[in-house]
């Protein structure tokens, strides 16, 4: 990545001003100071499980597959009444869940995918190397012995750990342990998240000239949703610390993170902090070296984790990615994962102004020869606005001492997919 200087930008963007704010790794693991993991299980059902946690290892209780079976619908027999001759008699047939029965000597007997293998069968031969006519049956190859046969136990043996401590369960893993006779599943309760907005700007349904809806609620509900937390909508806040405070004053019992967008930079109207220390709660940390987001705080509100993000809506959005899913995911018992692990190439020029990590939203636009992702950069470092980030794929970031960069050069991003959302 070329580096070389460029003039212009915003006064926030300077490098004395970055001195004053923690970097991206002193935030996060500020942030994550804020949580602990979760140490109550509960037992639910596996239809239930769906976006759960495993709180511990799950294991298989028995081997699978369960008993020897036919991996072919065909003939079972046995090799020896084979030599010499091509044609037997067919004896019967077994279908999948028929009971255990044996195969009479000199004879085949029919039999379908999955079903239990007949006593004393050692082959199965496929129905379309067979020939059936008149009771009887031929084939046009000889088998060998343990043709066409699952033998008990060798997909995995009985103790197999089938899912770890710590894993979203997720559909496929349902399927695994159905497929094992696993009924129930013990799981970490989800973390208690509570949501708001702040803002007297703010109005759902009709609307004064100078009055906007609420785009980062709906939003942070939904990502924290997806994120696996329970998530309570407490509504939207006034621009006043006094009934902020009150608003504040007994959440800190009853949820493990209180979320809230706007009002924790340096304007008249910021009140989330004076607020938080007049409900009781302590501030940990404040101000990032990001862009978009830089007055993200962290703070305890009893035995809550307090995080205060920006209130623009697309800072919201990367705080969320960048602070608060790991949070989460440290609640849940899960190693946070980096915030954009994907390598790609830029598919742009852009020069920018240095000081401040920055994350912007990108499309897929091609493949490399060598298979790497080529982005596109959308929008214009405007945090205000959700458009570009709603033709988006993902995000990417460049880090705080970048100033420009050119077609070909290395990117990492988070696809949106890593989280859980469409892309």
């Given amino acids: 990545m070329h580096i070389a200087p460029v003039t212009g930008g915003c006064s926030c963007d300077t490098l004395s001003d970055a ?39 799950v294991c298989a209780a028995e081997a699978m597959p369960f008993f020897d079976n036919s991996a072919m619908d065909g003939f079972a027999l046995r090799c020896a009444d084979l030599v010499g001759v091509n044609r037997l008699p067919i004896a019967g047939t077994v279908s999948a869940g028929d009971s255990p029965r044996a195969l009479p000597q000199g004879t085949a007997l029919r039999i379908f995918t999955g079903a239990l293998l007949p006593q004393g069968a050692d082959a199965v031969v496929m129905v379309e190397r067979s020939h059936e006519a008149q009771g009887h049956v031929s084939f046009t190859t000889i088998p060998s012995v343990g043709d066409n046969i699952r033998r008990a136990g060798s997909d995995q043996s009985a103790g197999q750990k089938l899912l770890a401590a710590g894993t979203r369960i997720g559909a496929h893993h349902i399927g695994l342990l159905a497929a094992n006779g696993i009924e129930h599943v013990d799981v970490i309760r989800r973390p ?67 979320l809230t967008s706007g009002a924790v930079s340096l304007g008249g109207k910021d009140h989330i902090i004076e607020a938080l220390v007049a409900a009781g709660g302590t501030v940990q940390g404040w101000r990032v070296a990001l862009k978009p987001g830089k007055p993200v705080m962290f703070g305890k509100l ?8 920006p209130g623009n809506p697309f800072a919201v959005h990367v705080g969320f990615h960048m602070f608060v899913l790991p949070q989460i995911a440290r609640m849940l018992g ?82 949106f997919c890593l989280s859980g959302e469409q892309k």
Wanted: hydrophobic share 45%.
């Fill in 19 to 57: 001195t004053e704010m923690m970097s991206l790794s002193d935030a996060l693991d500020r942030a994550l100071a804020q949580v602990a993991p979760i140490p109550d299980i509960h037992t639910v059902a596996l239809a239930q499980s769906y976006g759960r946690t495993t709180a511990k290892a």
């Fill in 302 to 309: 009893g035995y809550a984790a307090f995080t205060g993000l």
């Fill in 192 to 258: 208690c998240v509570a949501v708001f907005s702040t803002g007297d700007e703010l109005r759902s349904g009709q609307r004064k000239l100078g009055q906007i809806p609420d785009a980062n609620r709906p939003m942070l509900l939904a990502l924290a949703s997806a994120a696996g937390a329970d998530v309570t909508d407490l509504g939207i806040l006034p621009d006043d610390a006094e009934a902020t405070a009150r608003a504040l004053k007994n959440l800190g019992a009853h949820y493990d993170l209180i």
């Fill in 334 to 415: 899960a190693k946070p994962a980096p915030f954009a692990p994907v390598p790609a190439v830029a598919g742009f020029d852009w020069s920018r102004k240095a000081g401040r990590a920055e994350v912007f939203p990108v499309r897929l636009a091609a493949y490399t020869a060598s298979g790497l992702p080529v982005l596109e950069r959308l929008g214009h470092s405007v945090s205000a606005t959700l458009l570009p980030l709603g033709k988006a794929d993902g995000l990417a970031i460049v880090p705080a001492d970048c100033r420009e960069i050119s077609t070909g050069a290395s990117l990492y991003w988070r696809p």
